[in-house]
């Protein structure tokens, strides 16, 4: 198996060689070894690592717990169902994070509707004004 | 009271503990509902419920465990709540 530098294994995966070197202080991966001249090198492993990692953070998943899937998958005793549970979990935090999103969302439309007037001045612009009023209700419950 | 234990199939941490809980569960407050709901058909319900881990479990539409408690720690968490309502 050829030994790859950091360069040719950034171009390969497709990604830059500082982002290597962060996946390698965040402990997502290590070089194979290192060439006399004191250069990290790596092998063909390294780069569907380096895919692995690119699609689990497709999937909206960490660092943290992209290195986590990696120990799973490195584990003798571990089984399909803990990665499945890893990933039932990711999910439950994607819909939680769409519903918040979509409340926000439901937020700006009532917003827009009030602004119905577009050639008003800005001093009289509605949405201007509720999130002035919002923030003066927030100041008036402080004092 | 009711009880819901959302789990996803095939999560053997899952199903080696359902039996006793829900035995403990039963044995503590008579007339106890006890569903286990699967999570993948019934993904909107746990959101709603706030349920971000599995295996879990809600207490009366509430999340109260956001992981399998132990035998003890159900039945203290029921008594709790049975006699508050007393």
């Known amino acids: 198996m050829s030994k ?6 950034a171009a390969l995966a497709e990604v830059s060689a500082d982002t290597l070197r962060y996946y390698e202080r965040e402990g997502l991966i290590a070089p194979l070894s290192k060439s006399e001249g004191g250069y990290r090198l790596y092998n063909e492993d390294s780069a569907r690592r ?6 689990a953070q497709h ?9 986590e899937l990696l120990t799973v998958r490195g584990r003798d005793s571990a089984c399909c169902g ?13 819909e939680s994070k769409i519903r918040t999103m979509q409340t926000m969302s439901k937020a700006l ?34 004092n | 009271m009711k009880i819901e234990l959302f789990y996803t199939p095939g999560c053997a941490k899952c ?6 809980l829900k035995t403990i569960a039963e044995q503590t407050i008579d007339g106890l509902v006890w569903q286990e ?12 419920l706030g349920v971000l881990t599995v295996p879990a479990i809600a207490i009366d539409g509430e999340l109260v465990f956001a992981s399998l408690p132990t035998s003890q720690q159900l039945r203290a968490e029921l008594l709790r709540r049975r006699d508050g309502k007393n």
């Open chain 2, 37 to 48: 709901v699967n999570i993948l058909e019934q993904i909107d319900h746990a959101v709603d």
């Open chain 1, 59 to 67: 999937c909206g998943f960490t660092l943290a717990e992209i290195r």
């Open chain 1, 4 to 9: 790859l530098t950091i360069g040719k294994l």
């Open chain 1, 50 to 55: 380096i895919y692995f990692i690119k699609h």
């Open chain 2, 15 to 20: 199903t080696a503990s359902h039996g006793d």
């Open chain 1, 82 to 94: 803990d990665v499945r549970k890893l990933a039932v979990e990711k999910k439950l935090q994607l």
């Open chain 1, 109 to 142: 439309d009532r917003l827009i509707v009030d602004c119905a007037e577009v050639t008003h001045p800005v001093d009289e612009c509605p949405i201007l004004t509720a999130l002035e009023h919002a923030n003066g209700t927030a100041t008036h419950h402080e």
